[in-house]
């Protein structure tokens, strides 16, 4: 990592050095100068805001007269927490969260294994299954929404078929189905991702060693765990991290399918964020909502890094 | 032998279940847009496209609004993946390069804002627009996209960066080049498929972009597709074929893009991911 | 030196992709045009409407034809997210320059200063303003509004399924019950979150309807006997499974047109869509059968913007919506709605559509869908009642603590 400020200067040294010799003020800002175009871009569009939004947490503004805030101090951290609602707003984003990261890895682990054998037409495949994830989430949104129509719906009309018809067919319109009906369409759209990278992870498992385990006499089960999954790990943790923060801030695909109903069921705290500040108008409980999202969030990255470190560490197989 | 080729079999139906599962959805979208009114309130549905109907797609184009939207958020999508692409490779580069005060700071900032959701940020963002007189306009849309898109097309080329041996660069450098005229020369041809990768995340970032776009855009005709389609759902009585049909022609070229791109995309995506 | 010139190098890169960035995007922006022509938007719901839609913006040519200073150009904003995506622009000082809103939004904007005050723009004394609908848009002697389009609720129903229309609530439920089979419905009525403002529209009905009310203009009268009885027809309806489940207004319209649904309470905006999804649909118009002659009304005045940059221009738009052949023209546009001035149906209008005088009928009866004594608060009122009710619809909770808890979150609200 410091490589420039060791190797750089020496070998420049004896023929040009009062000519060539960068002055150390030059060398010093060098890097600062390459990055202070895209870090003032982030502190405009990113940390402004974001300090702002910490402000208005802390009070009473109402969407239509945004200028006029009120100090209201811990007021709106109070209520939100005293709020059984906002309880199940948490508990439904825990929900969604891990069954994004773990439904989405899983399936993902499952097709890169099916498409990092050798087969004919497996180009073709491979890029077809990336198709959901090139998809962009509105038109995703779109077609769920019309598939689970109660009425015309392909997907209602399959389940009647078969016998396993939701009553009524509402599957977006029930607080039993909603949720996971957002949950398949969410994985349905990321598992091509994580397919995708657990696939090009796959391609540094050494085939011999495969095959040595497999003459060994090992079960596939346990060679993959000896072998595939000790190179693949390291991907998953990442993708774990990634599916993580993703879906904690998604908030489109949600929105559009049900906008958080019905009664809550599909609330996440996006989504009772967005809806707090411009269904019900209140940006300073919105704001509080957000806070505690960013605090979840920063949680969640710092405990991946901790546990990235033990694991490199040794202490966690 | 006869265990093998069983496996062989179900492997090869596995594979055609999960292209089903991965394609249905698009196609279901194209049968839609190309159904007759009476097809889709039928009893039994229509599972094949009535070509007859192709119509659809030039009405929605010619008729609607769509080919507005359209070329409103080729403009946000081009114009974000030049913002983003053009400040990402240096900030990638100091990251990789060079070791200075804040480096970790501006890495932990960079992975911070990663998970800041639009949703969050669109509230202040909206009185900051204000003040600078860039609501209703592309060019905040294009502002605002990149710096969202920015931390993760950076630190993709960082990866990408880290990757490069540096002896390339040290013999650049001995030969009189300055840090600026190596990152031109000899990093950047070296990472061309990353930087490929990152333009088209993003692309497709600004391409899908719905929460700025519907918050700070108010003039119909400044609008982008994603607004324009997610307005679709709940109007009054846009026919469901007209809305597969743009939604699908604003599917299309997303999908196709990426497919062009794909193993780019892959390769400078799992290399920053997994460096970064 | 040279790392003077490599900074150059950076400084320059960074401006010219800022250059092309804003040469990429310059084309597409927004800007006043420099020939003393003031740009103007309206935003309505109205645009996206099928049949209307078409029609209300070559009403807007016209008058932008007869024009030379001023130009309005038509802003759809979707049903749906109407209120909430024009309220947070003005909020901002920003937003359409004319807005048609509905009543709730229109109380919320006025009460908080984004509505311009219209004594000084028009001279409302001048026109031939209807006085029930227009008592509505004066708030303490102050003018924020003049009725764009007024429209009854009566109920829609398909002729061809239903030969004589029913007129009492126990043949209503019969009519629908019967009429549900296969894939048609005897009913249908939004009944999702997502349409939270038109819930708030459909339940409207039942509660006036069977002599219940929001308020008593002192306080709030959300969970009163009368109020429980008409939501439980409502309920008992959906319970029912008459109508479509889970279908939104624009699916449940469609197939309406299609003949799929038998039954709809609507208001007289609805005669000219359903025409433009389906001319040939024989359908006709009868007032709500329930205990009481009650019913709902939107009210949908237009307004200035108070941060609008062209209030003046804004109210020569107004005024020329105001001449009298302009108000025949857009009402026939509107198709069932009255205007804001009185105007009288052409005899060859009333042949085609004789059940107008069905809607006309009902101004004396009908009420704009807000809460009275808490008018500015509707909104948040409508948003607590919705969500306990579709609770209640959903099985989470009994009508009547739905009902209860409403109330009092409601109370909470306005206190």
């Known amino acids: 990592m410091t490589v420039v400020e060791q190797t750089g200067a020496p070998k420049t040294t004896p023929p040009g050095r009062a000519r060539r010799r960068p002055s150390p003020l030059g060398s010093k800002w060098t890097p600062y100068l390459f990055l202070a175009p895209a870090a003032l871009f982030i502190l405009v569009f990113q940390a402004v805001p974001l300090l702002q939004e910490v402000y208005l947490s802390f009070t009473r503004t109402r969407l239509l007269n945004p200028t006029r805030s009120e100090w209201v101090g811990l007021d709106n951290f109070n209520r939100i927490f005293g709020d059984p609602e906002f309880h199940r707003t948490l508990l439904i984003t825990v929900i969604y969260v891990i069954t994004c990261v773990v439904v989405a890895i899983g399936a993902g682990l499952v097709v890169a294994l099916l498409l990092n054998k050798k087969f004919r037409g497996r180009g073709v495949a491979r890029a077809l299954v990336t198709v959901p994830w090139a998809a962009p989430g509105i038109a995703v949104a779109l077609i769920a929404t019309w598939m689970l129509n109660a009425q015309y719906g392909i997907v209602n009309r399959f389940l009647d078929a078969v016998g396993l018809g939701v009553p009524g067919g509402a599957i977006l319109d029930s607080p039993r189905y909603a949720l996971p009906a957002v949950l398949a369409t969410t994985i349905w759209q990321l598992f091509p991702f994580t397919s995708v990278v657990l696939l090009s992870a796959l391609q540094s498992v050494p085939q011999d060693l495969n095959e040595a385990a497999t003459v060994d006499g090992a079960g596939r089960w346990a060679t993959f765990r000896a072998v595939t999954w000790q190179v693949i790990k390291p991907t998953v943790g990442l993708l774990a991290l990634l599916m993580t923060i993703w879906s904690l801030r998604r908030f489109e695909l949600i929105w559009l399918m049900t906008k958080g109903g019905p009664v809550g069921s599909t609330e996440t705290l996006v989504i009772d964020l967005y809806s707090q500040a411009f269904d019900s108008k209140e940006l300073g409980s919105a704001a509080a909502i957000g806070m505690v999202g960013v605090v979840i969030s920063l949680i969640v990255i710092i405990g991946s890094r901790l546990v990235a470190r033990a694991v490199e560490k040794g202490d966690v197989r | ?276 | 030196m040279g790392n003077q010139r490599s900074h150059f190098g950076i400084a320059r890169a960074t401006c010219a992709l800022g250059l092309v960035a804003a040469l990429l995007t310059g084309c597409g922006s927004d800007g006043d045009s420099g020939d003393g022509v003031t740009k103007l938007t309206f935003a309505a719901s109205t645009f996206g409407d099928p049949g209307r839609g078409p029609l209300l913006t070559k009403w807007l040519d016209e008058f932008n034809q007869s024009q030379t200073k001023v130009q309005v150009s038509a802003a759809a904003v979707p049903y749906p997210t109407f209120g909430q995506t024009v309220l947070t622009q003005m909020g901002s000082g920003k937003g359409p320059d004319l807005v048609r809103f509905d009543m709730p939004e229109f109380e919320a904007a006025s009460d908080a200063g984004l509505v311009a005050p219209l004594d000084k723009v028009i001279d409302a004394s001048k026109y031939d303003l209807l006085k029930q609908p227009d008592q509505f848009m004066v708030h303490d002697g102050v003018r924020h509004g003049v009725i764009f389009e007024a429209s009854n609720y009566a109920m829609f129903y398909n002729a061809d399924l239903i030969p004589t229309p029913p007129t009492t609530y126990e043949q209503f439920t019969a009519t629908a019950k019967s009429l549900t089979k296969g894939d048609v419905f005897g009913l249908a009525f939004r009944q999702t979150e997502a349409e939270e403002a038109g819930v708030w529209q459909d339940i409207f009905n039942y509660v006036y309807g069977f002599g219940g009310a929001w308020s008593d203009g002192k306080n709030l009268t959300i969970n009163s006997p009368e109020n429980l009885k008409g939501l439980q027809a409502f309920k008992d309806l959906y319970d029912a499974n008459v109508i479509p489940r889970g279908a939104d207004a624009a699916t449940f319209r469609r197939m309406f047109a299609e003949g799929k649904v038998g039954m709809e309470l609507n208001n007289g905006g609805y005669v000219t869509a359903t025409r433009g999804q389906n001319a040939k649909l024989n359908f006709s118009v009868a007032p709500i059968p329930f205990p009481v002659r009650k019913q709902g009304a939107i009210l949908a005045p237009i307004v200035i913007n108070e941060a609008s940059e062209g209030k003046e221009e804004a109210g020569t738009f107004i005024k020329w919506a105001l001449e009298p052949q302009n108000q025949v023209k857009l009402q026939e546009i509107l198709g069932a709605s009255s205007v804001a001035t009185t105007t009288q149906r052409s005899a060859e209008t009333l042949k085609q559509t004789p059940f107008l005088t069905v809607f006309d009928g009902l101004t004396e009866t009908s009420l704009p869908q807000i809460v009275l004594g808490f008018e500015a608060k509707t909104p948040d009122i409508r948003k607590v009642v919705v969500q306990n009710v579709v609770a209640a619809l959903q099985g989470k909770a009994d009508l009547k603590s739905a009902l209860d808890r409403a109330q009092q979150q409601a109370t909470e609200l306005v206190r």
């Open chain 2, 1 to 276: 032998m006869r265990r093998f080729r069983f496996g062989v079999t179900a492997r090869i139906i596995a594979v055609l279940v999960v292209l089903g599962v991965a394609v249905f959805p698009l196609y279901w979208m194209f049968v839609t847009a190309l159904s007759s009114n009476s097809d889709l309130f039928a009893d039994q549905p229509r599972l094949t496209p009535d070509l007859g109907q192709f119509g659809v797609f030039v009405d929605a184009l010619a008729e609607g609004k769509a080919a507005g939207w359209l070329l409103n958020s080729l403009i946000i999508a081009v114009g974000t993946m030049v913002v983003s692409v053009g400040l990402g490779i240096p900030l990638g580069y100091a990251l990789s390069r060079f070791s200075f005060w804040g480096k970790a700071v501006v890495t932990v900032v960079l992975l911070f804002t990663q998970m800041l959701p639009e949703a969050l940020m669109v509230v202040p963002l909206f009185a900051l627009f204000r003040r600078f007189e860039l609501l209703d306009s592309l060019t905040g849309l294009v502002l605002v996209n990149s710096a969202f898109v920015l931390p993760i097309v950076a630190l993709i080329l960082k990866g990408a960066i880290d990757g490069i041996p540096k002896e390339l660069e040290e013999a650049a450098r001995a030969d009189g080049a300055r840090p600026f005229t190596t990152l031109t020369r000899i990093n950047v041809p070296l990472i061309a498929p990353s930087i490929a990768a990152t333009a088209v995340i993003a692309f497709f970032h600004a391409w899908n972009e719905y929460v700025f776009a519907v918050t700070f855009i108010f003039n119909p005709d400044l609008q982008p597709a994603s607004v324009g389609i997610a307005n679709f759902i709940g109007e009054l009585g846009t026919p469901i074929q007209t809305v597969m049909a743009v939604a699908f022609l604003f599917t299309l070229p997303a999908v196709a893009f990426y497919l062009l791109v794909q193993k780019y995309v892959v390769s400078g995506m799992t290399a920053g991911a997994v460096k970064g």
